[in-house]
């Protein structure tokens, strides 16, 4: 059954932690990508990879790291310099020669911080 | 970048049709247009994606005018699980060209 998935759906930290959020791919997507999303808004793009040890900051890259040593994972970390990081991580992928420009999404990953 | 521009909400009724516009004035040659839907506390799905004229799939269509700076997704009998938010993306699929904005948030109502 191929997806891409993301864990654990819930999360929770104490304020100046660091987190990783993981998201896995078995659709052998070149690009994936992270997206934040805070209540009643659109996405926004955080960090976006096309091939494995190569990524490239989107437009709310501060405050997170990721790494793709893997082709088929793309892990997120949320960092203690993140000054609101409670929000709705989406994770994605594509392939990088598909005719559409159809992205496939992950279920999500809610991260609260106290 | 296209920009695009979309309702920030739209409400309808159980079987009418529901056509949403999006406005992308700046949008390039190599362009596409794609609408995604989203539901509450999942990531988007794929609805359609076009170039020009009339793109039609079992969910949806989209309508392109010949100058490409609109679009309009059009959903036949909408049912209340039609609600959600709906996103327009132009890009020319490249793939670091994947940005979303705020979308239109529909409310199908009984």
Redesign the interface.
Known sequence: DGGITQSPKYLFRKEGQNVTLSCEQNLNHDAMYWYRQDPGQGLRLIYYSQIVNDFQKGDIAEGYSVSREKKESFPLTVTSAQKNPTAFYLCASRPDRDPLYEQYFGPGTRLTVT | LAKTTQPISMDSYEGQEVNITCSHNNIATND?I?W?QQFP??????II?GYKTKVTNEVASLFIPADRKSSTLSLPRVSLSDTA?Y?C?V?D?S??D??????TRLTVKP
């Open positions: 596409y794609t995604y506390s999942q990531g988007p799905r794929f994606q938010v996103y993306l890009g699929m793939w670091n994947m940005r979303f904005g705020a979308g």
